[in-house]
């Protein structure tokens, strides 16, 4: 099953009683945090083309979360489910202890990891084999010569097939996740995604990439129609080859969330649906963008300008779809409109006919530049603190 039976019913449990608390205490928007984005670490052992997480100095690089500050914003935010991404988070070397306090606090962990370096630290993990708290989550972007290329590095495909291999055998719990660029084909992306099947994996994550600014390939990212058009014609070629409407592959996704990939759904993104906690704060306005950093969780939810963002609103958001931003609109969509999820849940996404409107972006405002402002405080901060560090041993020495 791509999400387990008890994960389901916890999520769905936690979804609910986030509707009801809203509904007494009156308000007309149900505003929570689904899923935690936690980032311990921007380091990273690959340098992907549209990566734009690891394009930091090297004083930057080299921070981390601690298990202490990681486990707080779990507890902080409270969302059921918590990614742990980055950068690589198997660089970081608490990251067990992190899985470990995030799966004693009972919510979903999903390791997020491009496995080159997963066969050799699995033993670290064994504690987690079997549990469904724990799933590891393996960067794929397609088969083995798009992989390698997204990932601009010869291997990496091999390493990570091996390593999935080895984790479904050790009896883990094991997804892939896969970002979709500009000039995929659909054909080869139906065979990706069977090959994966059968690697015994338990589920999949897909999702068009966002154009982040700093990403080094700023030219292949999909914009919206193309989007839309891309995951109609995957989708159209999981109906044919397995002869029914009902998509095989499992992907660990809701089916609304899968419809309006495939251009069905006139949805607007909930951003605070997947907080991002990282080294310089609570990121705002969500796990794509940074243009402003949050000491606390409560200080993001209650101080962000959230209607400044999305599409429509701001041209940072004008093409992105990612799961990131619309999942959590679609799982709304979902408590609201029950019968409506569970037809598309039956007959899988649209792939023919008229596409749901799309939203006009007349009136967006234009992007901000805010990286290098975000650099110098976060350097003038690290600065600061290890003065601090060092006047304070100075003094502990004195004094012995
Ligand atoms: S559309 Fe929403 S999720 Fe996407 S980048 Fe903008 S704010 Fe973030």
Redesign the pocket.
């Known amino acids: 099953m791509a999400v387990p039976l008890r994960q389901q019913v916890d999520v769905g449990a936690y979804v609910a009683g986030q509707h009801f608390k809203a509904f007494l205490k009156g308000q007309k928007t149900a505003r929570y945090p689904l899923v935690l984005m936690l980032e311990p670490l921007f380091r990273c052992n690959l340098a992907c083309a549209g990566c734009g997480k690891i394009d930091y100095p090297d004083a930057i690089l080299n921070q981390r979360l601690s298990v202490k500050d990681a486990l707080a914003a779990v507890d902080e935010c409270g969302a059921p489910v918590v990614s742990i991404a980055g950068g690589e988070p198997l660089l970081h070397k608490d990251c067990a202890a992190i899985a470990r306090g995030i799966v004693e606090r009972k919510k979903y962990v999903y390791l997020c990891t491009n496995a080159l370096l997963m066969e050799k630290k699995m033993d670290q993990y064994m504690e987690f084999a079997g549990n469904p708290y724990f799933t590891w989550s393996v960067h794929l972007d397609g088969s083995k010569d798009e992989h390698d290329k997204s990932v601009c590095q010869q291997g990496v495909y091999v390493k990570a097939v091996e390593a999935i291999k080895k984790a479904k055998l050790a009896g883990f719990r094991c997804n892939i996740n896969c970002t979709l660029f500009q000039g995929t084909n659909p054909e080869r992306v139906a065979q990706f995604f069977d090959d994966v099947m059968e690697m015994g994996v338990d589920g999949m994550t897909v999702s068009p990439g966002?154009a982040y600014e700093r990403a080094p390939d700023q030219e292949h990212f999909l914009n919206r129609r193309a989007t839309k058009e891309l995951f109609r014609g995957i989708f159209r070629l999981g109906e044919k080859s397995q002869g029914q409407a009902k998509q095989k592959w499992r992907f660990s996704q809701s089916g609304l969330y899968m419809d309006f990939l495939a251009g069905n759904q006139e949805y607007h993104?909930t951003?605070w649906g997947n907080p991002t906690r990282n080294v310089f704060g609570w990121q705002r306005?969500?796990?794509?963008?940074g243009e402003g950093y949050a000491k606390t969780f409560k200080e993001l939810m209650e101080d962000t300008g959230w209607d400044q963002?999305?599409?429509g609103n701001?041209e940072?958001?004008a093409d992105?779809m990612?799961h990131?931003?619309?999942e959590a609109t679609a799982v709304m969509d979902a408590v609201k409109n029950p019968l409506k999820a569970l037809a598309v849940s039956l007959r899988g996404p649209k792939t023919e006919g008229e596409m749901a409107p799309e939203i006009s972006l007349a009136n967006q405002r234009p992007a901000e530049f805010v990286f290098k402002a975000h650099v110098e405080h976060e350097l003038a901060r690290i600065e600061t603190d290890a003065k601090a560090k060092k006047a304070a041993m100075g003094a502990r020495e004195a004094a012995e």
């Open positions: 966002y993104c951003p306005p969500c796990y794509l963008v963002y999305g599409t701001y940072k958001c992105c990612v990131s931003g619309y």
